[in-house]
């Protein structure tokens, strides 16, 4: 599980049932791997797995070209977007985004990728100007 959230929550790390004496020992561990962007940076980090993922081959093309539409632009803005305006406006440092990167193409057809928006989830009316600017960049 790579959870990408902004905000840490002990609930996305360690699972624990309240009425279970023995969970509250030793909770269960929920995430592999935790990422935090930016606020509003969740688009940039998005790209920037996808970016990772085309560089390792490890995007069926032929399938995503088939199913879905605009394809080829989503892949060409992918390419030509640097790492460095990516991790930017991501704010995640690259290494991070590599191991997400590595952990989804190992994961192949098995990998299922779930978006849910918070309750408290901004957004970029609420950034920054210069920061929405650098995330609408990316």
Known sequence: ??????????????FRIPSSWRSMLSASKVSDLYLQPHVGGDVAACKALLKGLIERGA???GFVGAATSG????????????????????????????????????????????????????????VPKDRADRVAAA
């Open 1 to 14: 599980v790579i959870v990408l959230n902004p905000l840490r929550e002990l609930g996305l790390e360690r």
């Open 59 to 61: 995007v069926d093309e």
């Open 71 to 126: 394809w080829a632009a989503v892949h060409a803005d992918a390419v030509a977007t640097s790492w460095e305006d990516l991790c930017n406006a991501s704010g995640l440092r690259r290494d991070a985004i590599d191991q997400a990167v590595a952990m989804i193409a190992q994961a192949a057809k098995t990998a299922r990728i779930a978006w849910a928006v918070h309750v408290s989830q901004e957004d970029y009316r609420s």
